[in-house]
Every structure is written in C-alpha cells, then in structure tokens.
C-alpha cells in the first residue's frame, strides 16, 4: 500500500519561510496530489491541490500568494514551499493522494493521507 510521511515542520517565526515534503513509498506519479492542515479544535482544510503532472495547481484563498505547491514524480515526493507566514498558518499539516476526480478541497477524494506534520508560527 502507498504511504505517505511528512517532513519539515516546526517552529517559525511569523513572516518565515517553511518547506515541507512529502515522501511516498508507492505510486503516486499518476495521482494528484493535496495538502491539507488542521488547527486545534478545527476543522480540516484543504491548502492546496497539484495535478498528477504538475499542469495544475490550485489553492485555499488563504494561501494564495504565499505557497507553492510542487512535485517530483521521480522522488515521488510533493513539496509545499510556504512563505510570509502567518500566527494563522499555525496547524498539522497533511498530505494526500487523490484517488477519485471531483472538487480537489473535498477530504473524500482522497484514499492515502500521512500522519501529519506540525508548523507552528510565532510572533
């Protein structure tokens, strides 16, 4: 089966630069790709949304500007760069592999999620 582990998180002060990856053991070069996150006592959000070959990227308003998400079919391995970071920002963040077409911020259309990785922002 795919697995999927976070790396990169940690602690950042507001206006920084975080870069996160995603390493899969498994196929994920014909799949898109999403990153998700989620505070404490909130619900999951989507961040952002890569195509299987990169053509198309798509992200939550929230972030739009601010990160970037990218692939390296290769390394079979997704990246979310994050920049000019926010005390908001602040959450698990969550990568996925999107096994079923539809709207990309839906968490159902998503088969294999990691275990997460913590970004914390600091004033």
């Known amino acids: 089966q795919v697995q999927l582990v976070e790396s990169g998180g940690g602690l950042v002060q507001a206006g920084g630069s975080l870069r996160l990856s995603c390493a899969a053991s498994?196929?994920?070069?014909?799949?898109?790709m999403g990153w998700f996150r989620q505070a404490p006592g909130k619900e999951r959000e989507f961040v952002a949304y890569?195509?299987?070959?990169?053509?198309?990227?798509y992200y939550a308003d929230s972030v739009k500007g601010r990160f970037t998400i990218s692939r390296d079919n290769p390394k079979s391995t997704v990246y979310l760069q994050m920049n000019s970071l926010k005390l908001e920002d602040t959450a698990v963040y969550y990568c996925?592999?999107?096994?079923?077409?539809?709207?990309?911020?839906?968490?159902?259309?998503?088969?294999?999620w990691g275990q997460g990785t913590q970004v914390t922002v600091s004033s």
């Open positions: 996925a592999r999107q096994f079923r077409t539809g709207a990309v911020t839906t968490t159902s259309l998503y088969d294999y």
């Open positions: 498994g196929r994920i070069g014909y799949y898109a």
């Open positions: 890569i195509s299987w070959n990169g053509d198309i990227t």
